[in-house]
């Protein structure tokens, strides 16, 4: 039964488990043209993964990464695997790639599904936290070797939970400590249920708002009135 195993063992060392192919989907889609300023834009595509792995602390995640990104990746990943895994192969870089070139940017964005599809058969590579990052948070390569490092106040399940609430939140308010965050054992309401945390926070910033009206307007009357006496 060992040798039969053995044998079944692809090129990047992984056994194509049935059962692993059904925990595990990810898409590549929805390209988008991102403009950083006049003379330059780039692509960046949708990563959707949805899974029931127990290797990954969300289910269900979207996040948006350019073709650079994903060449960061394959070093890193290749790096931290000192070489045990042989990883798939990137789309080439086409030194002719075109924004406006339709049929180029579909051949990338499958070959880069196809890479990601192959990455996450390995056992090893989904032990690694850059991949868990890359796939789950919108941290930029930089933010995620920090991370990783240990050079940020959030740890990388941090970083992975905080990323579903981008829509609520500043960078700013991510990157703080455990003030808005919630460990995975924890039973409070706010934990439970986050948009009740939003909505008192929302609520407490009207109140604050109306406080700060009312000290104004007693302020300026104070000022009228003493324009009045002189």
Not at 73 to 99: I, Y
Not at 163 to 189: A, I, N, V
């Amino acid at each position: 039964m060992r040798d039969e195993i053995e044998g079944n063992v692809n090129q990047f060392g992984v056994l194509p488990a049935f059962s692993m192919q059904q925990l595990i989907s990810v898409w590549v889609r929805d390209p988008r043209i991102q403009k950083n300023d006049f003379w330059h834009a780039y692509i960046d595509y949708e990563i959707c993964l949805h899974t029931a792995s127990v290797c990954f602390n969300k289910k269900t995640s979207s996040v948006r990464r350019r073709f650079s990104e994903f060449v960061w990746l394959r070093q890193k990943l290749q790096a931290n695997s000192m070489l045990m895994v042989q990883l798939p192969e990137l789309p080439p870089k086409n030194p002719f790639f075109s924004l406006n070139n339709g049929q180029q940017i579909t051949e990338r964005m499958k070959g880069l599904q196809k890479f990601l599809e192959q990455i996450l058969q390995s056992p090893l590579l989904l032990s690694d936290s850059c991949l868990h990052l890359f796939l789950q948070s919108q941290l930029s390569v930089s933010n995620i070797e920090a991370c990783v490092a240990g050079r940020t106040p959030y740890s990388v399940i941090q970083a992975v939970r905080r990323s579903g609430l981008r829509r609520f939140h500043s960078e700013e308010d991510l990157q703080k400590d455990l003030s808005m965050s919630c460990e995975s054992d924890s039973d409070s309401l706010e934990c439970r249920d986050p948009e009740h945390r939003i909505k008192g926070l929302a609520k407490h910033k009207t109140k604050r708002t109306a406080s700060l009206d009312l000290i104004g307007t007693s302020q300026e009357e104070m000022l009228s009135f003493s324009s009045g006496s002189l």
